[in-house]
C-alpha cells in the first residue's frame, strides 16, 4: 500500500501561505480574515472549526466564528458580505434545518465564497481542489484514465466532478445506491469516494493497482471514519489516502488559498 499523504504536502504548502499573508500584512496592510458561520452546536462541528482556527494561527490569517441561531443566519452572512474587513465566508455545512443549506450557500457574495460552494462561484471549491493537488503532488497521471467519483454532495463529489469535466477528464460519477456499483469502480483506476457511508467500497470492488482518494467524513463515536473498508488498507498494489492526514487536512489548506485570493484581489483595489 503506498500513501497519498495530505498532511505532508500542505505542509509546502503552509510555508508559502505563510509568506504570502506576511506581505500582505506588510506592503498591503490587508490581514486576511475568514468568518466562519455555524449554526449547530455539536463536537464533530466544532473540531471541523477548531482545525480551521489552529491553522490560521499558523499562518497569521484572522479567524471569526459566528455561532448563531439559524434565524438570524441570512443577515449574518449579509452583514458580513458588506465588512470590508472579512475577505471569506464559510457557511459551515450541515445547517441545523438543511432546507436553507442553498439559500444560505447563494447568499455569500461570490468575492468572498471561499468554500467554492455558491451558484457564481468565482473560486475553486476547497475540497475539489485539494484532491487535485494530491493527486497531482504524488504524480498520479488523471489523462486517460477511468475515474469514479462515489458520492455526488455538495461538499466533494459535485464540484470535484466538475472541475475535472471540465479538464476534459474521463470522470464517471456514482453513489451508494448506483446498481452494480463494484462493476463500475472495478473499471476505474482512480477512485475518490466521498458518501459518508463506512465500509462502501470494499477490496473487490477494486482492479489491482489502482488509486483511492477515501473523502468520507462519517463519524462513529466521535471518530472521523471513511467510506473505504479495511480490507482495501491490506492490500500492497494500491495508493491510497491514510485514515489521518489524508484529505481532510489538504481542504482546510486549499481554503486558506482561496482566502489569500480573496486577500489578494481587495488588495489590488487598494
Ligand atoms: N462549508 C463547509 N466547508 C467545509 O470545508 C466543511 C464543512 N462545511 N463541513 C464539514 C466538512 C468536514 N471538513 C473537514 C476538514 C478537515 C478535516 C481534517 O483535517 N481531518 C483530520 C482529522 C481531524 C481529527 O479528527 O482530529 C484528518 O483527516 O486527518 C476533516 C474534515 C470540512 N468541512
Redesign the pocket.
Known sequence: MKILS??ELSGYITERQARQIRQLRQEYKVFPKLAIVQTIDSLV?D??VH?KQQYAKDILAEVEVYKIDQAKLIDTIQRLNEDNAVHGI?????LADTSETEQAVNAVIPAKDV?G?SEDAMLTP??AMAIDWLLAGYNVELKGKNIAIVGNGR?VGAPLARLWANAGLNVSVYDDTTENLANEIRKAQVIVTATGVPGLITSQMIQPGAVVVDAG?ASENG??IGDVAEDVRNRSDVTITPK??????L??TA?FDNLIQAARSKAEEL
Do not use: E
Open positions: 495530505g498532511i462541528i473540531r471541523y482545525l464559510i457557511v459551515q455545512l450541515p468554500d460552494l476547497a475540497t461538499l467524513t471518530k472521523l489521518k492526514g489524508g484529505v481532510g487536512p481542504t482546510v481554503l
